[in-house]
């Protein structure tokens, strides 16, 4: 079954043989099994080779994955991920081997550690060489444009339309690590979504408190008392606080909003830094 978004990534991809989009599919079905993603988390996707021994490349905002179809008769197909898209920092394409005969791409992490090399071979035929440049050349850009897209903050539901806004800022938190391309885990989110927490009682909380002379949190609450526990854990009651203070709820999302957006490309890069 043709995924509905599928016709567009083989479109830009310039793959229009329907033999090659039917097969092409079941390796897409593959890696989306395989990596646990959603459609709309691939970027794109780029070929390597020619004729029927073609490689498919599949670039999505956790990983670079190669999906390869084996056999003749008992086909079978291989998922290989390459590197996490999120530990590329510099991007390059060469060509090396012998006289030149090999174009690469080939990536580096922040501290210059090699993460990614895809070589294509030249020569055969006249054709092959210009098939070949066309596809390094879509694969670079498509891998280019993934690390420039890892930077903007997912396109998900704001703050104001949350019932809890601690809930809301784990979910904030567990994209955070999805997009540094690290193991998902709970310790991870909430470590992470309790500094978004810290922040935003800091950055937007005592500002608002500032206009009526409180520069303590414990102020916010009738006695004084800020409830214990972590900022996380005691984000909610706190927030309702600020609001009837400020009397704008509206207000205090979009600065919600607008801080969490600001902080995206810091918290990502800081998660990746630490724990890819």
């Excluded at 990983?63 to 056999?71: F, H, K, Q, S, V």
């Excluded at 916010?220 to 854990?233: Q, V």
Aim: net charge negative; charged share 25%; proline share 4%.
């Amino acid at each position: 079954m043709l995924e509905a978004n599928y016709p567009n990534l083989f479109l830009d991809a310039e793959i229009n043989s329907p033999h090659d989009q039917e097969r092409y599919t079941r390796r897409l079905d593959e890696v989306l099994a395989q990596e646990g993603i959603a459609v709309d988390e691939i970027f794109g996707v780029g070929e390597r080779g020619t004729g029927s021994n073609l490689d498919l490349f599949v670039v999505h905002r956790r990983a670079i994955t190669l999906a390869t179809e084996r056999g003749i008769f008992n086909k079978r197909i291989e998922v290989k991920r390459l590197c996490p898209t999120a530990s590329i920092a510099r991007l390059r394409g060469t060509q090396e081997g012998f006289k030149g005969t090999e174009l690469t791409i080939t990536g580096n992490d922040s501290k210059g550690a090699e993460v990614l090399k895809i070589t294509w071979g030249l020569g055969g035929p006249d054709w092959v060489e210009p098939l070949v440049l066309r596809q390094r050349e879509h694969l670079f850009q498509l891998i280019s444009g993934a690390m420039d897209r890892l930077g903007e903050t997912p396109a998900g539901a704001s703050a104001a339309f949350a019932a809890s806004k601690a809930e809301a800022l784990r979910a904030w938190a567990r994209d955070v690590v999805r997009a540094a391309g690290v193991e998902i885990t709970d310790e991870l989110v909430e470590e992470h979504a309790n500094m978004a927490a810290g922040g935003i009682r800091f950055e937007v909380f005592l500002r608002v408190g500032a206009r009526f002379g409180i520069d303590d949190l414990n102020e916010f609450f009738p006695g004084g008392g800020l409830p214990p526990g972590s900022p996380l854990e005691t984000f909610d009651a706190l927030y309702e606080q600020v609001v009837a203070k400020a009397g704008n709820r509206g207000e205090i999302d979009a600065a919600i909003d607008e801080l969490l957006a600001a902080s995206w490309a810091e918290f990502v890069n800081g998660c990746r830094s630490h724990y890819g």
